[in-house]
């Protein structure tokens, strides 16, 4: 019985002191933390999506100065993603290959430094997340896509490009070509069909349902 007081004693102590609290929110920032975590559940690792997934297309633009920051924000061009979000777009890739498309990612997970980063930055506030609640990326629960066509690798067209902060952005923006609304509800119902939904003002961009059961953290790609 002491022991197994004692063991626990331990487990909380290594937790509480191995996350910050930043802006009242607790962001995990240790490795060894993260890794207890899916230790203990599978469920909460963070999957490499280019490993699971090879056919996947990935676009890192905070990887480049090609982004709304003009600036390099991420050191690696990586894509991360929680286990099930990973199986998830698994079987939505196999879906669309399928059909002659592919995904593109843009982004998923990431740092919650670079949230609070691009906080500071955006002109417009309502296109990114606000620290004190922290994002989906940084829960590993969010990703930012598009259609390709398989073949050529060819972006499909879509109403304005990545991280556009135009009205025709928003995921319900209806004066757009046939084509384009035909595209983009398709890819719109594709991901909700497998447990993800579009956030209002950004048609790229994918929450998955059960986000809330994940931490935010702040661990960078090179450690993962």
Excluded at 1 to 9: F, G
Excluded at 187 to 208: C, P, S
Aim: aromatic residues 12%; proline residues 5%; charged residues 25%.
């Amino acid at each position: 019985m002491r022991k197994t007081t004692a063991l626990l004693l331990f487990f909380l102590l290594t937790h509480t002191l191995s996350a910050q609290h930043k802006n009242g929110i607790k962001v995990i920032n240790s490795l060894k933390v993260y890794q207890n975590s899916f230790a203990q559940n599978p469920n909460q690792e963070l999957i490499e999506l280019k490993k699971m997934i090879p056919d996947l297309v990935l676009d890192i633009r905070y990887a480049t100065t090609n982004n709304f920051m003009k600036q390099i924000m991420y050191p690696q061009a990586r894509a991360f993603a929680r286990k099930p979000v990973a199986e998830q777009l698994k079987k939505i890739q196999a879906e669309l290959r399928k059909k002659g498309y592919g995904l593109k990612i843009y982004d998923a997970y990431r740092p919650y430094a670079i949230t609070v980063s691009f906080y500071k930055k955006a002109s417009d506030k309502s296109f990114v997340a606000n620290p004190a609640k922290g994002s989906k990326h940084n829960r590993g629960c969010a990703v930012d896509l598009t259609l390709i066509d398989f073949k050529t690798k060819k972006e499909i067209p879509m109403p304005t490009p990545y991280d556009s902060f135009a009205p025709e952005a928003a995921a319900n923006y209806r004066k757009l070509p046939y084509a384009v609304l035909r595209n983009r509800d398709f890819l719109i119902r594709t991901m909700q069909a497998h447990g993800f939904r579009v956030i209002k003002n950004e048609w790229w961009h994918y929450d998955f349902i059960g986000w809330q059961n994940y931490a935010l953290i702040d661990i960078p790609f090179k450690s993962l």
